[in-house]
């Protein structure tokens, strides 16, 4: 029950998990005769629960992952094992120490945000996020607060089915029931008031094209350069055909997936002459009043041929659209001390003005970084990825942005970076209105991955009270409002089936937002 109870397994079993899953277990684990034999016990069971849970890591092409699947189960069976020590029956028959266990279990959870780059996935109270009524009970106390929930409700039901004398047992009954229905109560009159809200003053919106690209991992095809540039050249006609359907709409935002293309921001590394081609056939020959001029940092000159930047394509696009356009692209700058910083980036490219210079985009740069995929953590791990040849990491970002377009304030966010609770409610606090992710799943392909990345992604929306919109590479585009309802889904009613599929999601997203008590309390944490 525990081990499926998550909504990317289904739907009915999570509730069931919430209110009564860990009851059962630790009914029987107050059967076992020493402390030490209830940590055994609860770590080997929460150790099993993780590993079907996080089943998806096995999807990666590198067999090294095996291990890091290994040792995140284990140690969070370890934090659960704790718990298992604490669970004497005697003072579980006070309610006050129910609610340390609980408090104990979610500053275990938040911790693992702060190891490394942090790990943000399975908190038990994502059981509580399956159902749209519940879910709302994060704009409280956000996804630690569910997780307190949970364990609580728990803890409330063990006595009843340990305890002996019927009167307790009746009380404890009442005050399980009690906490079990809360979260479905509570957001129904959440819901409500928020849909009352939005009828008597509609927002305004925002028009946006999620684009799906579904292009494989360019690290594994093994090509060199030239054949790699025609390859990313083929790319980005993948995109323009995705794109050339729309051409006669009103369109606001145009959102490229994490990392769209290879080769970086700036790099020259495409035959104008091939471009401008690319660009005729596919939007006819009208498309060229369109094509920014061939200038610096969009273009340069080499052995008399002038070649452009991924820049260019996106500055072209945007002008052709009269659409500002956020693309996910690796960038790199110089610091102070004349070294290169290399960041995986979000970057905001605006039409460009007739005769007026080429606008820098407004950029974010990833904070939340994949330890030995995007940064080599400790001295002896970069020792070694050097004798490989490998000798770079991006660097970290240090702050949430927010960028300006049409009539939002939208905040960027990149890839796992929206499993991050305390990283997105920042975006709040800097005037954001509207949350948006690149993302790419593709290093874990046909797994529960993009589900569970999905249902983060919701959860920040309710604590947040921002609406949200996403575009994937591969996983799951969507946009969701304020309350964590789904506007529009690529795929549709199939959308978790719809993981490879190449297109483009057309949405007009209502900026209702408001304030909530979660955001509250972490401004002021």
Known sequence: MVAFGQPAWGSWLPGLSAILGYALFW?????????????????????????????????HPYWYIISVYLFLSIMIGFQFGIIGILLYPQKLKNPLYGVFIAL???????????????????????????????????????????SFWVFLTNLALLPVLIQSDRF???????????????????GAIHIKVHENAMKQSPPPSLTALLVQTAFPVEETLGFNHDVMVHYVMNEWTEIIKILKPYRHKSID??????FV?????????????????????????EVQKYLPPPQFPLSSKQDGSTYVSNAYWIAAIANYF??????????AEIDNEGKTQYYSSAQLFRPLQKNTPFPFPDRYE????????????????????????????????KEAKVMQCKNASIAPSICYEETFTNIIVECKEKGATLLVNVTSDVWYPNSLLPRQHFDHARLRTVETGLPLIRACNTGITVAFDSLGKIIAVYGGEHFEKAEWERGALLVDVPLYHYNTLYSWLMKTR
Not at 40 to 59: G, Y
Not at 253 to 258: Q, R, Y
Not at 371 to 395: H, K, N, Q
């Open 261 to 285: 293309v290879p080769f970086g921001t700036y790099s020259f590394v495409y035959p104008l002459k091939d471009v401008v081609k690319i660009f005729s056939e596919e939007l006819g020959e």
């Open 366 to 397: 990833k904070r939340v970084l994949v330890p030995m995929g995007e940064y080599i953590p400790f001295g002896w791990c970069r020792d070694l990825a050097a004798e490989y040849g490998v000798f770079g990491s991006f660097t970290a970002g």
């Open 322 to 331: 009269n659409a500002d356009i956020l693309a996910g692209l690796e960038d």
């Open 253 to 258: 935002l145009i959102v490229l997936p994490e």
């Open 168 to 186: 307790k047992k009746k009380y404890y009954f009442l005050l399980w029931a009690f906490l079990a229905a809360f979260p479905y109560l509570y």
């Open 104 to 146: 104990l279990w979610t500053v275990f959870e938040f911790s693992r945000l702060f190891v490394l780059s942090g790990f943000s996935f399975n908190p038990v109270g994502l059981s509580l996020t399956g159902n749209l009524y519940s879910l709302q009970m994060a704009s409280l106390f956000g996804i630690y607060g569910l």
């Open 27 to 59: 009914k029987v684990l107050t059967c076992a005769t020493s402390a030490f034999q209830r940590f055994c016990l609860a770590t080997a069971w929460f150790f099993a629960v993780q590993l079907v849970q996080l089943f998806w890591f096995v999807s």
